[in-house]
């Protein structure tokens, strides 16, 4: 059984402009780097959670993406992030959310699902537990870049958030024994209300994997997701009405853009078939299988081969 890999790094309104053409290099490079370190992992025998955690740590330490090191700020100033991790298998699963300090809010998300009894935790109790855990933090100042700060100060002059990237990172993957993983990590929306939790961290909205089924990983505007249960629905459809992967994924974003709801998904099922659709201009997405090649594409382009 050979071992398959997807990312996305959000998705929103990515207009063809020169500034984004300019920058598209740099993001198609996160992608990769992103995916080149999920398929290392399983390709030296790791499970669909550790190359799901890995590919999510990579794009979390880069500025380019909203989520770790690149996290959007609320309408406070703060910064305020969420994530998720669960498996297939045993439908273990942790997450965080309205955490700011551990460098890598995948790793407090594992850590949950790894080293207490709960699924979710937030705020002061989760960064307590991550301290207890001795998850990686980062100082403050790491966290806020001059980039996001224009992005909140466009979003409060202009009352109303600024949706040139609906951003979210997340990762799906089966690796060779046929095991399910999904992870999803955001900084959330600029210019939120302080304490607002999008669909990242709730398990059926954002993150969901089943072996059963699939795996799903989500991005976009997160109150749709969770007012519709997004990823549960798209493994729902697998298994009581028989749809196939891209049946079901391709309806559900489409049903969520008929209802006001914009986003996408990377899915991956248990054969290792993969759907990766949006509904919005743009998603920052890649795929990579067993034969090591890595496609990453932005637009409706045809995906890279590297």
Known sequence: MDFVLAVHGGAG???????????????????????????????????????VTRAVVVLEDD??????????????????????????????????AGIFGPRNPVLAARAVMEHSHHVLLIGDGALAFCREQRVPFAAPGYFSTEERLRELRNALEKRRRDTTEEGTVGAVARDRDGNLAAATSTGGMTGKTPGRVGDSPIIGAGTYADNQT??????????????YGTAFEIAARL???????NQAAEAVVETLAELGGRGGVVAVDRAGTLALPFNTSGMYRGYVRGDGAIHTAIWDEPYRLV
């Open 63 to 96: 500025p380019l993406f909203n989520a770790g090191k690149g996290s959007v700020f609320t309408a406070a100033g703060t910064q305020e992030m969420d994530a998720a991790v669960m498996e297939g298998r045993d439908h273990r699963a942790g997450a965080v």
């Open 13 to 51: 309104t990515i207009d063809r402009n020169r500034s984004a053409l300019d920058r598209a290099p740099s993001y198609h490079e996160g992608l990769r780097r992103a995916l080149a370190a999920g398929r290392d992992a399983l390709a030296a025998g790791g499970s669909a959670l550790d190359a």
């Open 214 to 227: 699939c795996a799903v990983s989500a991005t976009g505007h997160g109150e749709f997701f969770m007012r």
């Open 239 to 245: 298994r009581y009405a028989e749809q196939s992967l």
